[in-house]
């Protein structure tokens, strides 16, 4: 029997290319050495989110009587590690069925196993030979492990730990790590961040680097680059000021993680190379997600992921570059999309940004989140918009409706023209989009 | 709720009319049907209506300017719409105002068609395009995004010439980047030599060229020829003329032509009709409009004589006299031209005695009328010197066929060889 696709790695490129596949009449088979749903599910997206819920909601409860509920003794109130990871654990549980269910429902194959590439045609896993016309390796990446500290914790491990630590030393670079550090400082303890380099989260418009970076160092987040920063036992000293830490967390930038293979692909910097069907050198294998580096996201690795499904079924793919959302989950939230204020001005187009804070939303008041703002970047000929930043509560929710329009090419007009409901958050675009300035 | 007028298709093969005066202004209060703007095309001189009533909010194009067909020419907010109301409207009257008249673009009719935004075109937001599913002769509006739309515009070109590349045929930016208009007509011809030159064709040829093809591919052209005494009609005139000297108006043979076709066609309304092959149906008109070709500086122009039965020869005398002013000075509007039934040529008039016209489709028939000569004839076994007005007919056999056009040419004729005939 031979497979039209064999998909090596079950993360959000995996199983999402899985269920298209099944539903093109693939005869598809995913294997994954570990739990479906790969990096994203168990570990990244989802945990992580869940437990920055966990520790939002403590922050709430903390400040309840602002809002009027009173009766809660602050010296009561704790944060229960156990419990979060324990909900975080029934939501991936609960995600990771409803992947079985649309891949069963799809006729897709599952085998839990290490799979191994023998030639384009041919994968080997649980000592038994598989035949397919296409190979996709979705096999994703992780933090890429430290000299400086070989022992640190990756974040798979951080949902074993019993107890978390008082003073975690983050060390890295990237929107893990600043959402990492405002977890522990959430959630009252004492994290510092030992920064790879500066900008910490480079794809952000500065803008947004900028309001974190401040958010972090009001909140007392110590950032030692580590450049400057000397390491000893269990202390960081940084401009004569000892730093004690209990633990490293690795929240580095990552390596691809490679399966093992036969083929010899050709690679960059330790990824897959890839062309834009996400081919790799060798025809008949392609690499989608993190594992070919082309981004580090997961929504980037679906919609690569459905790309080489097309690619399969001979749909030419367009030329051009996609646009997708970064978000960071932090309190308050960071989107963005489309492209940053330097990049606008690095192409030398004549642009104009319109900003509007906040704190003049009446919906963001009422919540209790008035922080934040949204900067829409236009050309200045027909206005149309070329990148939107965003800071609010639920800003990685609000940021789509700037990839609709600017999926649409659309311009400010648009954007002030669309009637948006009062009082809501997403009012702010209709606010911003209208102004002269 | 804002409705977006977009100047129509007038139907006549233009694409631009120039803007000769504004009726309205910012924040006026219009009805339907008032008068928004006077327009001038190569061929007319015409006020365009307001499809809807409300208040003008914004106005496109200034005294003078050319306006492009299906160019925005005025915003109108109307009043006490709100948008779920309009798309009610749109859904309980979807053919509504579609169409101003039914009349074909064509010989008789040379300005026939005017094609207004249907209803379904309330736009919430956005100069996204009007359209219709209920007018099939309107351009189907390319699907393209906002900055493509306004890129366009900018650069003056016809969106709807330009292939979409994005998903569903959507024109986007990188499409009106790469379009690349088609050449200037100048140069198409270029193939001047010393013994010939090129001329780029006027908007009234082009329109004349694309009506007679169309004319000749829809229609199976024959044609009858028959010739008839009219001594009597030639006296009938001179003493009508006479009678009717200080009136300042004098009688040509038209008028009394017009009547004499009137009245047989009421007996023949076959060719008073227009076959519908679509829904394979004859439409029978009760009324009739009778095109009066008319050779101009320009070309050639037919204004429409309306309920041409109901007039007296006086009253035709005059109708035609102002039709053939207007003409020659390019201020027929669009009522003259438009809801003609039949044609009539008088191609005798500068020359030529049989002929074969080309029929104003959808019409049925055209007749044609030579020049009057004196022939010899035979009267009561005798060969004297007549008045021979020879006459020429082209109809559509599709729709009727020979013997029954006979039957019409006799009765018309009967009506020029004995003019007493049409005061019964």
């Known amino acids: 029997m031979t497979y039209d696709l064999i998909i090596i790695g079950s993360g959000p490129a995996g199983y999402v290319g899985a269920i298209k596949a099944g539903q093109r009449g693939l005869k598809t088979l995913v294997i994954d050495k570990k739990y479906i749903g790969g990096m994203c599910l168990n570990w990244g997206c989802i945990p992580t989110k869940s437990i920055l819920e966990s520790a939002k909601t403590y922050q709430k409860v903390l400040h309840a009587a602002d809002f009027g509920v009173t009766g809660i003794k602050a010296e009561e109130i704790a944060f229960d590690w156990q419990q979060a990871v324990t909900r975080t654990r029934k939501i991936v549980a609960k995600l990771s069925r409803g992947i079985e269910f649309l891949w069963k429902k799809n006729g897709v194959e599952f085998l839990r196993a290490e799979a191994k590439i023998i030639s384009p045609t041919q994968v080997e896993a649980d000592k038994r030979v598989f035949e397919t016309k296409n190979i996709l390796i979705a096999t994703g990446s992780r933090p890429a492990p ?69 958010k972090m160092s009001k909140a007392k987040i110590p950032l030692i680059p580590v450049i400057d920063a000397q390491i000893k036992d269990k202390s960081v000293s940084y401009k004569d000021k000892d730093y004690p830490f209990d633990m490293v967390i690795n929240a580095g930038f990552r390596s691809a993680v490679l399966p093992q293979m036969e083929p010899q692909l050709k690679l960059e910097d330790g990824f897959i190379a890839t062309d834009r069907r996400h081919m790799s050198s060798t025809d008949g294998i392609y690499a989608a997600g993190d594992v070919n580096g082309k981004g580090y996201l997961a929504h980037v690795a679906s919609a690569q992921a459905l790309e080489v499904i097309d690619s399969i079924m001979g749909v030419d793919l367009p030329d051009e570059e996609r646009r997708y959302p970064l978000n960071i989950y932090t309190d308050p939230e960071l989107a963005q999309i489309g492209m940053t204020e330097a990049q606008i001005k690095a192409q030398g187009i004549d642009y104009q940004v319109k900003q509007y804070s906040m704190s003049a939303n009446g919906k963001a008041l009422t919540e209790g989140s008035s922080e934040g703002f949204i900067r829409i970047i236009h050309e200045t000929k027909y206005n149309q918009v070329l990148g939107v930043q965003m800071v609010s509560a639920n800003a990685t929710d609000l940021i789509s409706e700037a990839g609709i329009l600017m999926e649409l090419e659309g311009s400010t007009y648009e954007l002030a023209r669309t009637i948006h409901a009062h009082p809501t958050v997403s009012e702010i675009y209709m606010d911003a989009g209208g102004m002269d300035g | ?130 359209s219709s599913p ?291």
Do not use: C
């Open chain 2, 134 to 424: 209920n007018e099939p002769k309107a351009r189907k509006k390319a699907l393209a995004t906002p900055v493509a739309r306004a890129m366009a515009k900018d650069l003056g070109i016809d969106i709807n010439q330009v292939v979409g590349t994005g998903p569903a045929g959507r024109v986007t930016k990188k499409d009106i980047e790469s379009h690349r208009p088609p050449a200037p007509q100048r140069s198409v011809g270029s193939i001047e030599t010393p013994r010939q030159r090129t001329e780029p064709l006027s908007q009234i040829r082009k329109t004349i060229a694309k009506n007679m093809l169309r004319s000749k591919q829809n229609t199976a052209h024959m044609a009858i020829m028959e010739e008839v005494e009219v001594s009597t009609l030639i006296e009938a005139r001179s003493r009508l003329n006479e009678a009717l000297k200080h009136d300042q108006i004098k009688l040509s043979y038209l008028p009394f032509i017009i009547q004499a076709i009137a009245r047989a066609l009421k007996k023949h309304p076959v060719l008073n009709a227009e076959l519908d092959m679509e829904n394979e149906r004859i439409i029978y008109k009760d009324y009739i409009n009778l095109g009066i070709a008319m050779d101009t500086d320009d070309g050639l122009v037919v204004p429409v004589i309306h309920d041409a039965d109901k007039k007296s020869l006086t009253d035709l005398a005059h109708e035609i006299k102002s039709l053939a002013d207007k003409a020659r000075e390019r201020k027929l509007t669009l009522d003259d031209l438009k809801d003609g039934t039949f044609s009539i040529t008088s191609y005798g008039s500068i020359g030529g005695y049989f002929a074969v016209p080309v029929i104003a489709y959808p019409q049925v028939a055209i007749f044609g009328i030579g020049r009057i000569a004196q022939k010899p004839v035979v009267k009561d076994g005798e060969i004297v010197i007549g008045n021979i007005m020879p006459i020429s007919m082209s109809v559509d056999h599709r729709i009727v066929d020979g013997a029954e056009v006979s039957r019409f040419v006799n009765d018309v004729l009967s009506y020029l060889k004995d003019p007493i005939l049409l005061l019964a």
């Open chain 2, 1 to 130: 709720m804002r409705y977006i007028f977009k100047f129509p298709d007038i139907g006549e093969g233009l694409d631009e009319g120039k803007i000769i005066e504004w009726y309205v202004e910012k924040g006026q209060s219009i009805q339907s049907g008032d008068a928004l703007v006077k327009m001038e095309t190569d061929k007319v001189v015409t006020d365009i209506p307001s499809p809807k009533s409300g208040v003008i909010s914004a106005r496109y194009g200034s005294i003078g300017d050319s306006i492009k067909v299906g160019s925005a020419l005025v915003e109108i907010d109307i009043e006490g719409v709100e948008a779920k109301d309009a798309q009610d409207i749109n859904q309980e009257e979807p053919a509504k105002a579609v169409t101003e008249s039914v009349d074909e673009e064509g010989f008789g009719g040379v300005v026939g068609t005017i094609e207004l935004a249907g209803d379904g075109a309330y736009l919430p937001a956005g100069d996204e395009g009007i």
């Open chain 1, 146 to 214: 430290r000299d400086d500290f070989p022992d640190a914790l990756s974040l798979e491990d951080l949902y074993s730990l019993p107890v978390l630590p008082e003073k975690p030393l983050l060390v890295g670079r990237g929107a893990n790590l600043v959402e990492l550090a405002q977890f522990f400082q959430m959630i009252g303890k004492a994290p510092i961040i030992l920064a790879d380099d500066l900008p910490l989260m480079p794809a952000l418009d500065a803008s947004l680097e900028d309001f974190m970076l401040k």
